[in-house]
Every structure is written in structure tokens, then in C-alpha cells.
């Protein structure tokens, strides 16, 4: 039988090409429950592929950007923002209430309701501006804490 490759052209081997700097030097580290639990948010907050690639680019210093994302303050967010977008529409219904008040009311009764509303409209405005300080104090917070944060 003769032992030559039948096809002169073809490669003797097939699949994958080796690599040329092929890692083979393994090294094993063991955690304790608490630092394991450590390293896993760490590793999640890398956002890294593969827990290896992670634990190499530690050893040898290299930063990772991480981004976090709070999910209670995100909700607490949408939800200001829902109210925000009520005081406008009540903001809007106070101007169709005056008008109704200025139509089909006496002048002296008008202004009596006109006032007992106007009360209202400034407790609601002092509402209104607390939930805007506290929407721009919670987006200066995020914008300080996330935007260059990195693992060290």
C-alpha cells in the first residue's frame, strides 16, 4: 500500500489551525465563600466573556470600564417623571376650570373659588419644584458616579 497523501495539494491535516503562542501553563486558585462572591461581582461588572480573560487582565493591571445600573433608582426615576407629567396636565385642567368659573359663576363666587384654587395650584407647584430638585439631585448623582467608572 502506498503511504503518500493521494491528493499532492491537499494539507496532511484538517480543522483548526494551531495556534502560534498556544497557552499552556494552568494556574488554580481557591476563594473562600465570601471573597468567590466577591469576584463574581466583580467579573459581572467587568462584562467580560470568560472569567479567565478576566482573572489575566487583573494580574496584568489593565482597566475595565464598568456600568452599573441601579434598577430601584431607574424605577424611582420614571416614576417622578410620571409626575411631572401629571402636574402639567392638572397645570392644564386649572386653565379650563377658570374659564368654566369665569362663564358660569357670579364674579364674587368666581373669585372665591378662583382663590381656593390658586391655594391649591401654589401647594401644588411647591409639590412640583421638590420633585424637580429631586430629579436633577439624582441625575448630577448618576452622571458623577457612572460615567468613568473603573475596577482597580
Known sequence: MNNQNPKPDASPRSGRKPKLDKAQNCIMVRFTDEEYVRFLSMFEKSG??????????????KEFKVV????????????LTNLHAQFRAVGVNIN????????????????????DLLRHSMELIKIHSQ???????????????????TLK
Open 68 to 79: 452599573t445600573t441601579n434598577s430601584s433608582m431607574l424605577e424611582v426615576i420614571s416614576i
Open 131 to 149: 420633585v424637580l430638585y429631586i430629579l436633577h439631585k439624582i441625575e448630577r448623582e448618576n452622571l458623577s458616579n457612572y460615567p468613568n467608572t
Open 96 to 115: 379650563q376650570i377658570t374659564k368654566v368659573f369665569q362663564t358660569r359663576f357670579s364674579e364674587k363666587r368666581a373669585e372665591w373659588m378662583l382663590q
Open 48 to 61: 467580560v466573556y470568560a472569567k479567565a480573560v478576566f482573572i489575566k487582565d487583573k494580574v496584568f493591571n
